[in-house]
């Protein structure tokens, strides 16, 4: 039995901040700057840590499949990155962060049978996605398992929302979007601030002529605000990218979904009031 569209993006909100922490805890930062990595702000480190499955990928295919990031900004941060720090070497360091960040945040309850129950569960839904035409899912699964719950949560949460990412992705280019043109018509229906956008490198000159394009498709009205065919065309590029996310939580069934949201749900609250995640990001989560 499928399940119906708003329990996989119900899934979805549960598991992004389970993985989020990867770029904002102090641990993380602190093992960035170990391997070499300037920590004054997120985004070197971020691109490494990513990217790593991907290995010493260069800025063409990092950008082509982080998507929405300016070409300008992937450019200053890779093949940069391979310089400080070879991709096998990010990639132990990733882990050692997340384990340091988890034990902050769950204590005790690292150990916790929900824990292991939800590392069980992510772990065997992402083994059942689909990687074809999904880089950074296939590059996540190329990756061996650890031994540990907590570290088999974080790596299975994390194939999960590149695999619902990679499906983004697809969704956007088959309704037409380049990947400026996503960002705009995602402000354009309320889903963040503009400003939240600016976070991936966008020049005021490339956001206009992308809202220009878009407007003379009648995405966008004279003022900015999406028009009922732009609601529409992101609508549906949502619904889809709902659909292409569904397989693995398929393969867990209803009743397996059901026990995968109760047992992470300790792991998400602590996550969400930890303080370190921001209240607005790009993906909308809560406004789409």
Do not use: C
């Not at 988890?102 to 689909?130: F, K, N, W």
């Not at 990679?166 to 503009?194: K, M, N, Q």
């Not at 605000?225 to 065309?233: N, P, V």
Request: aromatic residues 8%; without cysteine; proline residues 6%.
């Amino acid at each position: 039995m499928n399940l119906p569209a708003a329990e996989i993006r119900k899934l979805w909100h549960l598991t992004e901040p389970v993985h989020a922490v990867l770029y904002y805890a102090p641990e993380v930062f602190a093992e960035a700057a170990a391997l070499g990595y300037d920590t004054e702000t997120r985004w070197p480190s971020y691109f490494a840590w990513r990217a790593a499955p991907l290995g010493p990928a260069g800025a063409k295919a990092v950008g082509s499949a982080f998507y929405s990031f300016a070409p300008s900004m992937v450019a200053e941060h890779v093949p940069a990155a391979w310089t400080v720090a070879a991709p096998e070497a990010v990639l132990d360091a990733r882990l050692r962060a997340i384990d340091a960040a988890y034990r902050t945040l769950l204590g005790d309850d690292i150990g916790s049978p929900a824990v292991a129950e939800a590392a069980e569960l992510a772990r065997t839904a992402a083994e059942a996605a689909d990687l074809s035409g999904r880089p950074l899912a296939a590059a996540n699964a190329d990756l061996p398992w650890p031994d540990e719950p907590h570290l088999v949560l974080w790596q299975a949460v994390t194939l999960l929302r590149e695999h619902r990412g990679d499906g983004h992705v697809a969704a956007l280019l088959t309704s037409g979007l380049d990947a400026a043109e996503a960002l705009v018509s995602f402000a354009a229906i309320g889903a963040a601030p503009r400003a939240t956008f600016d976070s991936r490198g966008w020049s005021d000159r490339e956001w206009a002529d992308a809202a220009e394009r878009l407007r003379s498709r009648g995405l966008l009205d004279a003022g900015g605000t999406a028009t009922e065919r732009g609601r529409d065309l992101r609508r549906s590029v949502e619904e889809r990218t709902d659909e292409l996310a569904a397989r693995p939580w398929n393969a867990l069934g209803e009743k397996g979904a059901e026990r995968f949201a109760e047992a992470v749900t300790p792991v998400w609250v602590a996550a969400v009031g930890s303080g370190l995640l921001p209240s607005e990001t790009t993906l909308g989560i809560g406004k789409v």
